[in-house]
């Protein structure tokens, strides 16, 4: 906020009439206040952290420390915090699927949050560790990833997988440090980066189509079909190893099938009104809001229908539907064939695997597998992985997080005072909504419409697609007008048969000049576009003379009642036409010859 917009408030709100001096010492006295508060925070960290220690047994708070030089104070560079109850919670009760993700930070602490976020049983994020570092490169993420590999005591990286987005350097951190760990890349970025060359809806489709096929035969004959369209598009796609971002590539020990970053997307988005904080309120705001969305989920499970999460069983729905249409060929053992058309996949449920690898992936079985349990006479619930019950997503929220005491309560710690980070400008400009690729959609508003949809029409040629300002047919041009377009015909009359006032189409009568009325009454009709018809006057809503007298000699200078109202009037006699007689716009459209046309 300026001075200017200081001033404008206390104006609109309080009534109060300052000067742009005192808004501005008003502001300097603010920032003063509110830049004390920050460096008093630095001083507070150590102790902040000894109470999570204390109160929350199990955690993980890790600090570390920077100094400019040998014999420079001591200032705040990094901290790491996972809370026992979380940390226990997401081993006994979710599966071994983690999203990185990083995101800026917006008030007076420049730098970052880096964070952990795993998959519930019903499919929605489950945070994990979070920490503040001051830049988003290799060493950070190193530090990050060897303490949350510590914390959740992976000794063997090959039994996870880790979703990430492009980051810089974290593709080497995570081969280093999970070293056997799968590694997955957010398709949705991967599209982002490609449509930049290769954008349209046909190929998005198609690079979707090839993002979840789950199968080498699908992805190729995805592939095929992006050939035809565009050769290069299909060479550019080929450059990023199908491995990192495409199902038919994914290991099934997980029963994880996601191809994109989301879960770890909606962490941030949580953060957005906590970034613009300080250090310790900042980390507070999300351990309460942890701490509130167990109690939230405890509540939430016990209104659960059936055994296993409303989004587990929409998706099982979903796909007992798509089942419905396919032929079952039961072999007598264990052997089912699942056939439509051309298509044909094979079935076991003991193994609870199909040849197209959807049940094998996500474990929850896809159309194919639903048809063999339905013919064996059982319930497709019944075969549905235990990952995703009510009994394990219960145990994942009944540890709850305890609460703490406040700052006046806090143990006090001998260490040496602690200097907030030397401030440093961060790349780009510092914005409060994250900046949407040009393939995203925008957010739906709730007091503005979009244009979405809407066809742009052209005022002067009737033609769609483009304006006024860029089309391409101009009157002076003699260009051949698009399909719709009406010319103005040479009496006056323009589009939609409304007569124009003077200009080119007419000649506007003189002030002073009067014309012979025709005696009679008026005959209504319609005047056809672009012309005018002969006989007595032909346009809708033109009312009958009110006995106005001429204002001057017309011809042999007769008097007398004329005729006066909107539209156009024709003089049979002597092929005059009058725009509106008697009105303040008369106008003389086209004159007859002889003594009344002069």
Same mark, same amino acid.
Not at 83 to 108: N, Q, S, T, W, Y
Not at 555 to 576: A, D, H, Q
């Given at each position: 906020?300026?001075?200017?917009?200081?001033?404008?408030?206390?104006?609109?709100?309080?009534?109060?009439?300052?000067?742009?001096?005192?808004?501005?010492?008003?502001?300097?006295?603010?920032?003063?206040?509110?830049?004390?508060?920050?460096?008093?925070?630095?001083?507070?960290?150590?102790?902040?952290?000894?109470?999570?220690?204390?109160?929350?047994?199990?955690?993980?708070?890790?600090?570390?420390?920077?100094?400019?030089?040998?014999?420079?104070?001591?200032?705040?560079?990094?901290?790491?915090?996972?809370?026992?109850?979380?940390?226990?919670?997401?081993?006994?009760?979710?599966?071994?699927?983690?999203?990185?993700?990083?995101?800026?930070?917006?008030?007076?602490?420049?730098?970052?949050?880096?964070?952990?976020?795993?998959?519930?049983?019903?499919?929605?994020?489950?945070?994990?560790?979070?920490?503040?570092?001051?830049?988003?490169?290799?060493?950070?993420?190193?530090?990050?990833?060897?303490?949350?590999?510590?914390?959740?005591?992976?000794?063997?990286?090959?039994?996870?997988?880790?979703?990430?987005?492009?980051?810089?350097?974290?593709?080497?951190?995570?081969?280093?440090?999970?070293?056997?760990?799968?590694?997955?890349?957010?398709?949705?970025?991967?599209?982002?980066?490609?449509?930049?060359?290769?954008?349209?809806?046909?190929?998005?489709?198609?690079?979707?189509?090839?993002?979840?096929?789950?199968?080498?035969?699908?992805?190729?004959?995805?592939?095929?079909?992006?050939?035809?369209?565009?050769?290069?598009?299909?060479?550019?796609?080929?450059?990023?190893?199908?491995?990192?971002?495409?199902?038919?590539?994914?290991?099934?020990?997980?029963?994880?099938?996601?191809?994109?970053?989301?879960?770890?997307?909606?962490?941030?988005?949580?953060?957005?009104?906590?970034?613009?904080?300080?250090?310790?309120?900042?980390?507070?705001?999300?351990?309460?809001?942890?701490?509130?969305?167990?109690?939230?989920?405890?509540?939430?499970?016990?209104?659960?229908?059936?055994?296993?999460?409303?989004?587990?069983?929409?998706?099982?729905?979903?796909?007992?539907?798509?089942?419905?249409?396919?032929?079952?060929?039961?072999?007598?053992?264990?052997?089912?064939?699942?056939?439509?058309?051309?298509?044909?996949?094979?079935?076991?449920?003991?193994?609870?695997?199909?040849?197209?690898?959807?049940?094998?992936?996500?474990?929850?079985?896809?159309?194919?597998?639903?048809?063999?349990?339905?013919?064996?006479?059982?319930?497709?619930?019944?075969?549905?992985?235990?990952?995703?019950?009510?009994?394990?997503?219960?145990?994942?929220?009944?540890?709850?997080?305890?609460?703490?005491?406040?700052?006046?309560?806090?143990?006090?710690?001998?260490?040496?005072?602690?200097?907030?980070?030397?401030?440093?400008?961060?790349?780009?400009?510092?914005?409060?909504?994250?900046?949407?690729?040009?393939?995203?959609?925008?957010?739906?508003?709730?007091?503005?419409?979009?244009?979405?949809?809407?066809?742009?029409?052209?005022?002067?040629?009737?033609?769609?697609?483009?304006?006024?300002?860029?089309?391409?047919?101009?009157?002076?041009?003699?260009?051949?007008?698009?399909?719709?377009?009406?010319?103005?015909? !040479?009496?006056?009359?323009? $589009? +939609? *048969? #409304?007569?124009?006032? /003077? @200009?080119?189409?007419?000649? &506007?009568?003189? =002030? %002073?000049?009067?014309?012979?009325?025709?005696?009679?009454?008026?005959?209504?009709?319609?005047?056809?576009?672009?012309?005018?018809?002969?006989?007595?006057?032909?346009?809708?809503?033109? !009312?009958?003379?009110?006995? $106005? +007298? *001429? #204002?001057?000699?017309? /011809? @042999?200078?007769?008097?007398? &009642?004329?005729? =006066? %109202?909107?539209?156009?009037?024709?003089?049979?006699?002597?092929?005059?036409?009058?725009?509106?007689?008697?009105?303040?716009?008369?106008?003389?459209?086209?004159?007859?010859?002889?003594? !009344?046309?002069?």
């Amino acid at each position: 906020m300026g001075a200017a917009e200081l001033k404008k408030m206390l104006k609109d709100d309080k009534k109060l009439n300052v000067s742009i001096s005192m808004a501005t010492r008003a502001l300097k006295i603010m920032q003063d206040k509110t830049q004390t508060a920050f460096k008093d925070q630095f001083k507070k960290v150590r102790n902040y952290a000894e109470e999570i220690l204390k109160a929350i047994p199990g955690s993980t708070v890790k600090i570390k420390t920077d100094r400019v030089v040998p014999d420079a104070p001591m200032v705040f560079q990094r901290m790491y915090m996972c809370l026992g109850p979380v940390k226990r919670a997401f081993l006994e009760g979710c599966r071994k699927v983690i999203g990185l993700d990083g995101c800026f930070l917006k008030g007076h602490l420049k730098g970052e949050i880096l964070s952990a976020v795993g998959r519930d049983g019903n499919n929605q994020m489950y945070p994990i560790a979070w920490a503040v570092v001051e830049i988003e490169n290799t060493s950070s993420w190193t530090w990050f990833l060897e303490l949350l590999r510590d914390d959740l005591e992976i000794t063997y990286p090959a039994e996870w997988t880790i979703i990430s987005d492009q980051q810089k350097g974290l593709c080497n951190v995570i081969s280093r440090v999970l070293p056997e760990a799968e590694h997955r890349n957010c398709a949705r970025h991967i599209h982002a980066n490609w449509a930049k060359k290769h954008s349209g809806m046909v190929l998005k489709k198609l690079f979707w189509q090839c993002a979840k096929s789950t199968s080498e035969g699908q992805l190729q004959s995805a592939l095929d079909e992006l050939d035809k369209l565009d050769t290069q598009a299909g060479a550019d796609l080929r450059r990023h190893p199908f491995k990192l971002w495409c199902k038919a590539y994914f290991r099934t020990e997980v029963k994880c099938d996601a191809v994109d970053n989301n879960l770890s997307e909606a962490f941030n988005s949580t953060l957005v009104h906590l970034r613009v904080k300080p250090l310790i309120p900042m980390l507070e705001g999300i351990r309460v809001a942890m701490m509130k969305r167990i109690a939230k989920k405890r509540k939430y499970v016990r209104r659960w229908p059936g055994a296993f999460g409303p989004l587990i069983m929409k998706k099982l729905n979903k796909n007992i539907i798509a089942g419905q249409g396919w032929h079952v060929d039961y072999n007598g053992d264990d052997g089912y064939e699942i056939k439509k058309g051309r298509f044909q996949y094979k079935v076991s449920l003991n193994t609870r695997s199909c040849a197209c690898r959807r049940w094998d992936l996500c474990g929850i079985p896809y159309a194919h597998a639903i048809c063999a349990i339905l013919d064996k006479g059982d319930e497709p619930e019944s075969y549905v992985h235990s990952c995703y019950s009510k009994d394990l997503y219960e145990k994942t929220y009944s540890y709850t997080l305890p609460p703490i005491n406040g700052e006046l309560l806090w143990p006090r710690t001998q260490h040496e005072e602690m200097h907030p980070p030397i401030p440093k400008k961060m790349t780009g400009r510092p914005k409060k909504k994250r900046v949407r690729e040009e393939t995203e959609g925008h957010p739906p508003s709730m007091t503005q419409l979009t244009r979405k949809g809407r066809i742009m029409k052209c005022s002067n040629c009737q033609g769609e697609g483009h304006n006024r300002k860029s089309c391409k047919i101009s009157s002076d041009s003699g260009t051949e007008p698009n399909e719709g377009h009406t010319m103005p015909s !040479e009496s006056g009359i323009g $589009q +939609r *048969g #409304r007569p124009k006032r /003077g @200009g080119r189409g007419g000649l &506007k009568r003189k =002030r %002073g000049e009067t014309h012979t009325q025709e005696r009679g009454s008026l005959e209504t009709g319609t005047v056809q576009e672009g012309s005018v018809q002969s006989g007595s006057a032909q346009r809708v809503g033109v !009312e009958k003379g009110k006995g $106005q +007298r *001429g #204002r001057g000699k017309r /011809g @042999g200078g007769n008097r007398g &009642k004329g005729e =006066r %109202g909107f539209g156009v009037f024709f003089y049979e006699s002597t092929g005059m036409a009058i725009l509106e007689p008697g009105q303040r716009g008369e106008t003389l459209l086209s004159g007859g010859g002889g003594e !009344e046309a002069a």
